[in-house]
């Protein structure tokens, strides 16, 4: 028996030591986490007294960074899973106008049209991958034919019932819900009228809310998209089945050989995605009181861009929620901030390409890194 040289052992790279700076530079999230704080500086610098952070001014951006959160979230699991879905911009639209059909046109409940439009949009997810699964076409494929589908569905069905792609009426439907809060109303509404009262932050001086806080709660949609991340977090980093997404992404073939349901994890992400996108919806819905069928045009990139910005691979089995979230914040303080800045606001498209190319070379560097490709 020929004896290891004393050197071989420590050439393996599965008990190799690693400096601290290394491991935080394979981190996922920390290229989103240095471009968040970036971000930040530069607007305190060019828009730090335009009322940017003012209590109402974070709270512009709060929710528009909200918004963001909740489909980045979906589409960083099925990302990691190593699948896409292009298809969520339509499901919000196509979402929105269930809900307001079933309930102001149909006259249901609205708690029950809320509940229908989840098990159709999650159903809807079920059968986008099922039949990336069964028929092995790529999932931008798929969902991209569900995308046209969904939008076509949306704008008809809206037409041929009430003649209108624009319905209202869902205020007046919701009121006296019990459903409906959890998607439309506030929370802390107390805090803020004690914040107000200790002159922490500013109040109406007019008109019929004067003594009013400026901010009267937290919005719901601020509220799942926290939840939301949370979930995420802790699915992934302290499951089984959150290793059973990294590695369904990571190596499809070798994951089967251990055992792991491949099949099911990737229909599961695309049943979170279309859940994530409905959350969107009813959200949306609650907040204008009305549905339309052109709502969520482009949502689908712009979810996929704040993963990519988070530090997740496009070829899957690497990233995390965390980075993600950080992504969808950029997204929403710097489309608020431009405004804030006095800056066209036609930029913040300019913006999501540079960004976009910029996140896609750095993570083919890190992916180098890691792998040892050169």
């Not at 939008?151 to 624009?166: D, E, N």
């Not at 073939?253 to 099949?263: C, E, L, S, T």
């Not at 993570?363 to 180098?368: A, E, K, L, P, V």
Request: charged share 10%; aromatic share 12%; proline share 2%.
């Amino acid at each position: 028996m020929v004896e290891q040289p004393s050197g071989v052992a420590a050439a393996d790279e599965r008990i190799q030591r690693q400096s601290a700076l290394r491991r935080a530079f394979v981190r996922p999230e920390l290229g989103a986490m240095t471009g968040t704080v970036l971000v930040f500086v530069y607007f305190a610098l060019v828009a730090g007294g335009t009322g940017m952070f003012a209590a109402d001014g974070i709270m512009n951006w709060g929710v528009v960074s909200a918004q963001f959160v909740i489909i980045a979230v979906g589409a960083c699991l099925l990302m990691i899973a190593g699948e896409f879905d292009l298809s969520v911009g339509s499901m919000i639209g196509f979402a929105g106008i269930v809900i307001a059909l079933l309930s102001v046109h149909l006259g249901w409940p609205m708690w029950a049209a809320i509940i229908a439009a989840f098990i159709v949009a999650m159903l809807i997810g079920m059968a986008n991958g099922y039949l990336v699964i069964k028929t092995g076409l790529p999932s931008f494929i798929v969902t991209l034919a569900s995308l046209y589908i969904l939008r076509g569905l949306t704008i008809y069905f809206s037409i041929a019932t009430t003649r209108q792609t624009i319905i209202g009426g869902v205020r007046e439907a919701a009121e006296g819900d019990w459903l409906a809060p959890f998607f439309g109303g506030k929370i802390l509404g107390f805090f803020f009228v004690w914040l107000a009262d200790m002159g922490l932050i500013a109040t109406f001086q007019a008109g019929n809310r004067a003594g009013q806080p400026v901010v009267d709660g937290i919005p719901m949609l601020m509220v799942w998209a926290l939840a939301l991340i949370i979930f995420g977090h802790i699915l992934l980093t302290r499951t089984r089945f959150g290793n059973w997404i990294y590695a369904a992404g990571g190596d499809a073939k070798a994951a089967r050989y251990v055992g792991v349901p491949v099949n099911r994890v990737k229909i599961a992400m695309f049943v979170f995605s279309a859940f994530c996108a409905t959350v969107f919806a009813t959200c949306q819905v609650m907040e204008f009181g009305s549905a339309a069928a052109d709502r969520g045009l482009l949502k689908e990139f712009e979810a996929i861009i704040a993963v990519v910005i988070g530090g997740a691979l496009l070829t899957g089995g690497y990233g995390s929620v965390i980075g993600a979230a950080l992504g969808a914040l950029i997204f929403g303080v710097v489309q608020q901030g431009l405004f804030f800045a006095g800056v066209e606001s036609s930029l913040f498209r300019v913006f999501l390409g540079v960004i976009l190319l910029f996140a896609v070379i750095l993570n083919t560097y890190i992916r180098r890194l890691i792998t040892g490709e050169r």
